[in-house]
């Protein structure tokens, strides 16, 4: 055991300036800007930068006759641009603690048996970075129906960042891995709908509703001149996680088995499937939708409210069930008696029935044993009971105690999903990376159970 300490020192100055405006209750405008000064560009870089933007809301039933149907109508149009400096010591290569790795366990880093030890970093600092800078147009609308009984939301957006900041891979011959540059543009477009109703409303009993409904879509548009692809996160053999034109950013990228026109795999003479030169693109680590339902029921002091979390694809590495696989501790490799067919056709085109070994089957094609990776990607898809709570409020006390309730609450109580692993709401690089889809051997999720009491005085 040893201790670390390390710190970072950066200082960032600012201006703000907003300006609202509004027009009886039915016209709003807000105009507003910022200026920033960072200390981590480099000395030959401006180190100043502005991002301004301005909204504008239209609230119509302040001028309209009132009625039962519609209670309530906004819209809304903004246009923002938000900006970041990079991050601090880029633009300059510094020294550092080396660490060796296996790719399986912490590895060797300094000091190591009472030694300290330092290397060049690397990842080359540059002093020309410019700001990172994120557009932003939306517009949408806000409904109420029924004397507010439902509530209906809906958004639209598109928006553009350039000149992002990454640590691109550069030619080994340099001496160095990768440089830290602005590198290229990406978009994010998608929709955002809230629906709210009060299903029953008594004096005694209510069932509300709440939902909402997301999709986006990542693309990057752009890299530096003459490269259309990097790799941002090397994850294991085959497998990583990829910056390519016309893609999402950390698109998982690897090694995939050929296939005929009709998509057949083609099957060498040993019984596996021949796998392509190239690595290719095999899977999108984000989901094409999700969405919340909460339920919520009230009956004189009692509560119960329940929140069903949906997601609708989104692709997964799985590591740790290609590695179990290839060990034969997994259902789907229990049976290593028999002799196996993998279904695709020879290289003469006819149905194969060349069998193979179970040790072959599960070790190099859905095990981790030298086979395409794209075996190992599965469809993350789920439905998940997110989280249950019951409530009991406390007749009202005079005097000390304003209110009391007793609570339960149960998280993560329930899962269906087709993933093959533990919970496909994992991540092998940690839940502040800006890319996920792998798995292997990461810490799974806990369900919970949780009673409190809560007192206001």
Do not use: C
Not at 238 to 247: E, K, N, P
């Amino acid at each position: 055991l040893y201790a670390d300490q390390s710190s970072v020192t950066r200082k960032l100055a600012g201006m703000f300036a907003s300006l609202d405006l509004d027009y009886k209750n039915w016209i709003y405008l807000n105009i507003s800007a910022r200026n920033d000064w960072a200390s981590t560009f480099g000395p030959k870089a401006k180190n100043s930068f502005l991002y301004p933007s301005a909204s504008l809301a239209f609230v119509p039933t302040e001028i309209m006759n009132p009625n039962d149907v519609l209670s309530y109508m906004k819209l809304r149009l903004s246009y923002a641009q938000a900006g970041r400096e990079p991050n601090a010591y880029s633009s300059a290569t510094y020294y550092g603690k080396p660490t060796f790795t296996d790719g399986f366990t912490d590895g060797i880093s300094f000091p190591y048996l009472g030694n300290n030890g330092f290397s060049v970093s690397n990842t080359l600092g540059n002093t020309e970075l410019r700001p990172e800078i994120n557009t932003t147009m939306e517009f949408g609308a806000d409904f109420k129906f029924l004397k507010n009984r439902i509530t209906l939301g809906f958004t639209y957006y598109d928006s553009k960042a350039t000149d992002l900041l990454i640590a691109r891979p550069i030619a080994s011959s340099t001496g160095f891995a990768a440089l830290i540059a602005n590198s290229g543009e990406m978009t994010n477009k998608g929709i955002e709908l809230e629906l709210g109703l009060d299903v029953v409303k008594t004096k005694s009993f209510n069932w509300n509703i709440q939902g909402n409904f997301s999709r986006n879509k990542n693309e990057v548009t752009k890299l530096v001149d003459g490269v259309d692809q990097f790799s941002i996160e090397a994850a294991f053999t085959g497998i990583g996680s990829y910056a390519i034109v016309g893609q999402p950013f950390g698109a998982i990228f690897g090694s995939t088995w050929q296939r005929n026109d009709a998509g057949s795999l083609i099957i060498g003479s040993n019984g596996l499937p021949l796998k392509n030169a190239e690595d290719q693109y095999i899977g999108n680590p984000y989901p094409d939708w999700i969405s919340a339902i909460r339920n919520t029921f009230t009956f004189k002091g009692f509560s119960l409210t329940g929140l069903l979390d949906i997601r609708q694809g989104g692709d997964l590495w799985g590591g740790t069930i290609g590695r179990l696989n290839r060990i034969g501790v997994t259902a789907a490799s229990a049976n290593r008696t028999e002799a196996y067919v993998i279904p695709g056709v020879k290289a003469d085109g006819t149905p194969n029935d060349i069998k193979i070994s179970p040790n072959a089957y599960f070790s190099q094609y859905i095990g981790d044993g030298g086979g395409a990776q794209e075996s190992l990607v599965y469809d993350g898809s789920w439905v998940r009971l997110r989280e249950v709570t019951l409530t009991y409020t406390l007749p009202k006390f005079k005097k000390l105690i304003q209110s009391a309730s007793v609570y339960v609450t149960g998280r993560n109580l329930w899962l269906q999903t087709d993933y093959p692993g533990v919970d496909p709401e994992t991540s092998l690089t940690g839940a502040g990376s800006n890319i996920g889809g792998f798995d292997y051997f990461n810490m799974p999720g806990s369900k919970s159970i949780i009673v409190g009491l809560n007192i206001g005085f």
